[in-house]
């Protein structure tokens, strides 16, 4: 398993070629992975600090390399989506 990697897509497929290797959250052509749903995982943490009493969050995203980033990045959270 390979998590959060920044190695290149070459890099990776080189390791796939020789190696099981599963990716978590990152696609690479040719090698199985695994996606979460970071809509759903959002939504959820939101619920969960509003439920507690929170009223303001702030998202801290990785490296800007992370593969994952833009997509977290899209979930900007907006009052009509967190109530």
């Not at 943490?45 to 977290?72: M, N, W």
Request: proline fraction near 6%; hydrophobic fraction near 45%; include cysteine.
């Amino acid at each position: 398993m390979l998590c959060a990697s920044l190695l290149s897509d070459d890099t990776i497929a080189e390791l796939a070629a020789v190696t099981p290797l599963v990716l978590i959250n990152r696609i690479v052509p040719g090698v199985s992975s695994v996606l979460m749903d970071s809509a759903s995982g959002m939504d959820q943490v939101v619920a969960r600090l509003e439920s507690l009493g929170h009223e303001d969050y702030v998202y801290l995203g990785g490296p800007a390399a992370a593969c994952s980033l833009g997509p977290r990045e899209s979930l900007r959270v907006t009052p009509s989506r967190s109530r």
